[in-house]
T-cell receptor
Framework: KNEVEQSPQNLTAQEGEFITINCSYSVGISALHWLQQHPGGGIVSLFM???GKKKHGRLIATINIQEKHSSLHITASHPRDSAVYICAVGDNTDKLIFGTGTRLQVFP | EPEVTQTPSHQVTQMGQEVILRCVPI?????FYWYRQILGQKVEFLVSFYNNEISEKSEIFDDQFSVERPDGSNFTLKIRSTKLEDSAMYFC??????????FGPGTRLTVT
C-alpha cells in the first residue's frame, strides 16, 4: 500500500470551475506539503500545513489529522493552473514521502 | 524573495562518468535534501544533510552517491560512475526547520 495516495490521478476542468484534489496518508506526519510541478519539471511549494486550513489567493488547503486526509482546492480555475499537483508528507524523520501527483488540465 | 538555485539545468553525460550536481540553498537554512524523479514516476527521497553530516539516506543512495557542503553555501551531489538508470530530474531542497522544505528548479541528468 502506498503511504501517500492522491485522487484523482487526472482531472480536466473548464475555466472557472471549482477543483478539489485529495490526499490520504498512512504514516504519522510532522507536516503535509502541497507542491506544483509544471511541464518543465520545476517544483514550487504551495502550502505546508500541520493542522487546519491555509489560503493563498485562489488556493485553499485543508488537513484533517485524525482522518489523515488533506484537500487542495482551487477556486475559479484558470488554464494557467494546469500542472501536476503533488501531495507530500514529512514523516517523523526529515524526509518527504511523495504521492504520485494529480495532473490537472483546465480548458478555456 | 530568496530561493534555492541549482546548476546546471541540464547535464548530459556518458555512462561511467562522474557528475556533480550543484545547489545553492537559501542562505540561513540548516537542513538540506536531495530528491530525484525518474521520468513518469514520483519524486523519491535520496538524502538529508544537517550539521555537516548525512542525517538520513534512502536505499537508492548507495556508495556511488555522495554529498558535500564544501564552502558553507553550496550543497553538492556527486555520482561517481553514472549508470543509465541514474537518468532523472534531481531536486535540491533546503529548510530552516526540519518540517519545511523549499525546492530548487531541478537538474535534468541524462546518461547516455
Amino acid at each position: 500500500k502506498n503511504e501517500v495516495e492522491q485522487s484523482p490521478q487526472n482531472l480536466t476542468a473548464q475555466e472557472g470551475e471549482f477543483i478539489t484534489i485529495n490526499c490520504s496518508y498512512s504514516v504519522g506526519i510532522s507536516a503535509l506539503h502541497w507542491l506544483q510541478q509544471h511541464p518543465g519539471g520545476g517544483i514550487v511549494s504551495l502550502f505546508m500545513l500541520s493542522s487546519g486550513k491555509k489560503k493563498h489567493g485562489r488556493l485553499i488547503a485543508t488537513i484533517n489529522i485524525q482522518e489523515k486526509h488533506s484537500s487542495l482546492h482551487i477556486t475559479a480555475s484558470h488554464p494557467r493552473d494546469s500542472a501536476v499537483y503533488i501531495c507530500a508528507v514529512g514523516d517523523n524523520t526529515d524526509k518527504l514521502i511523495f504521492g504520485t501527483g494529480t495532473r490537472l488540465q483546465v480548458f478555456p | 524573495e530568496p530561493e534555492v538555485t541549482q546548476t546546471p539545468s541540464h547535464q548530459v553525460t556518458q555512462m561511467g562518468q562522474e557528475v556533480i550536481l550543484r545547489c545553492v540553498p537559501i542562505s540561513n537554512h540548516l537542513y538540506f535534501y536531495w530528491y530525484r524523479q525518474i521520468l513518469g514516476q514520483k519524486v523519491e527521497f535520496l538524502v538529508s544533510f544537517y550539521n555537516n553530516e548525512i542525517s538520513e539516506k534512502s536505499e537508492i543512495f548507495d556508495d556511488q552517491f555522495s554529498v558535500e557542503r564544501p564552502d558553507g553555501s553550496n550543497f553538492t551531489l556527486k555520482i561517481r560512475s553514472t549508470k543509465l538508470e541514474d537518468s532523472a530530474m534531481y531536486f535540491c531542497a533546503s529548510g530552516l526547520w526540519t518540517y519545511e522544505q523549499y525546492f530548487g528548479p531541478g537538474t535534468r541528468l541524462t546518461v547516455t
